[in-house]
Every structure is written in structure tokens, then in C-alpha cells.
């Protein structure tokens, strides 16, 4: 036996939507969100998956978590089949998700944990005791008892990442839990995620698409794009898997940046360059991004080429590779754009 926590074996999940085809006339359209996903999460360790938006990551948390049905595959969760057990898997769980909308808001937070408590079969001076316990930690006693309509969305995460907490469960879904926020905020929840795994023993399955936040929390990462991992180990054996090469970033201010990509694709030993569109203090800008053997060589080139092409230089890195050099390794592309947290 293993001690796996979590198997997915041959995940498949089709979405079927309706979109006019001509006039009057409808076509179903077939969006495949996972392609046959296999993994294992080990207890006690945090394990992420990281992918861009669209790549499959609410839909895989969704079937671990019972709230949608796969098409194809099977799933174990705390020893329990997602389809044929889905009871016994919900109440071994704590779940986040995205955009939480379970939350009431004409209760307080407050209100909110002692009601999801209850669900749980919590009571009297028990859920009381879990209810302040779970405040105290994620910190949020300065609003828990105030209605949660007032909250800013910053406050509605932290108050859904409770929620997650509230049965204290040894295994735990996180769906995006520092999107929108602040980054204060989102140092405090990871912090606190590792936490839960360090002082409570809590194996925590979490979604991103920050590659600084996989890096920073995840014991193992799974790259997942366009509904199929990609690539899966812990940070430091996923870059390895790029060792002697480099990484250089480049910020211009440039909408004409199409024109030098392809040169830059030509010189000999760049291996792969992606760019996307950012902003950088309010103001529009590209990321180019380069995986090559010897920056010291190549980028005095690109720099020339850059001045050459009148492009306004604004930041240039290079730099040992991350993961986001291993995700455009995999698919020619750039994880994210840039949010520049904590930066
Ligand atoms: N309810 C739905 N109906 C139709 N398509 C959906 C639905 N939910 C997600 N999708 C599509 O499935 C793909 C995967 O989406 P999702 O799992 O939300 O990815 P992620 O969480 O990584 O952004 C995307 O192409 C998305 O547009
Ligand atoms: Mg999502």
C-alpha cells in the first residue's frame, strides 16, 4: 500500500456549450478541460498545480472535491471513490474555492464558520471553541463579527479560506486562495498554508498560476496546460530538467514587438523566447522572455538589436532558470503575466 492521499487515474472532462453557427442555427461546441490526467498527491505534503487560466485547474479540483462528475477516469480521495463515495470524500475534506459565492452575506463571518460548522455536525460549545480557534488562526478577528457584505474581497478569501478549516480536515483544496489579493494578504495565507502543514500535519492540494508562489510553497508541482500535466516534480528537479541554461527577462516599452521576436528566435543559441503584455507602474509594456546556454554572449546582440529597433529598454534579467522557463520549455509560452507582487 501507498500512502497516497489523493489518485487520479485517466481524468477526462468534457464541456459541451451551444454557439450560433449561422442564422437561427446553434452547433455544440466541445471543449476538452482535461485530456486524461493522472497523479498522486503523497499525505502531508503540499502539492500545487500550476497551469495558466484556462488550463484545467478549477475542473480538476472540482471532480477531486465532488462537485462535478468526470467523464472518463477515477479519482480516490482519502481513500474514498469521488463518484461512488462522494459523501464520505466531502466530509474528509476542506475545500476553497475560487470566486467563493457560498459564503451569506447578510451573516457576519462569524455567523458564517458557525453555520458551515454545524453542517458539519458541530455543536454548543464545541463549534464555539472550532469557530475561534479557526478566527484566531487565519487571523480575522478584526471583522469576523461584522456583516459580511462589508467585507472587501481581500476579507471575503480570508473568511472562505476559514471556511476550508472549520472541519479541520487532514486534507485540504485550495483554488487560487491569493488571487485578488493584496499582497500583504497573500503573504499571510501562505504563511499560514505552511502553517497547516508544518504544525498541523494538513496534506494541502492547491491550484496557482504564480510560478513564485509554486516555487515558494509546493513540496512537488504539476504543470498543467490545456487539460494535461505536463510535467510533474518538486521545483527544484522540474528546473533541473534545464540545467546550464539561463534565463533572461526583458522589459520594453513597444507595441512593435512582434518585429524582433522572430529575430531573436533566429540567433543561434536561443532555445525559446515568448513574450506577453504587462504593466509596469500603470504603464504598458512587454516581457520578452529567453531561454538560451550563454546569456553573456547573446545578450549584448539582443540588447543591440533592441537599440537598433528603437525599442525603449526598461529592465533586463538574466538569471538562473524558474518555472516559468520550465512551463515555456513545455509549450513556447509565458505562464502569467506579470503581477510584480512583492516585487
Ligand atoms: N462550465 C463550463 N462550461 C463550459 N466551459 C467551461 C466551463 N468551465 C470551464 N470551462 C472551460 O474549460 C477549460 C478549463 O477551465 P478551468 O478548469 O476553469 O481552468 P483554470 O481553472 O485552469 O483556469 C477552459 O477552456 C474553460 O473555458
Ligand atoms: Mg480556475
Redesign the pocket.
Known sequence: MTNDIIVAEGLK?V???KVPKGFLKKTTKE????RGVNLRVREGEIFG?L????????????ILTTLLLPDEGYAIVNGYDVVKESRKVRKSIGVML?GERSLYWKLTGRENLEYFGALYGLSGETLKRRVNEVINFVGIRDFADRLVETYSSGQKMLLAFAKALINDAPLLFL??PTVAMDPRNAALVREKIKLLREEFGKTIFL?T?LMHEAEMLCDRVAI?D??RILALGSPQELKSSLKGKSSIEIDVKSDRVHEVINEIRSFDDVLEVAFSYVKINGMDAVKIRILCSSPRTLLPDIISLLIKKNMDILYVNPQEPTLEDVFMHYTGRLLTEDTREGV
Open positions: 472532462k464541456y459541451r456549450v471543449i476538452h478541460a482535461l498545480l497551469g495558466p487560466n484556462g488550463a484545467g485547474k478549477t475542473t480538476l479540483i472540482k475560487m483554488d487560487e491550484t498560476h498543467i490545456l487539460g
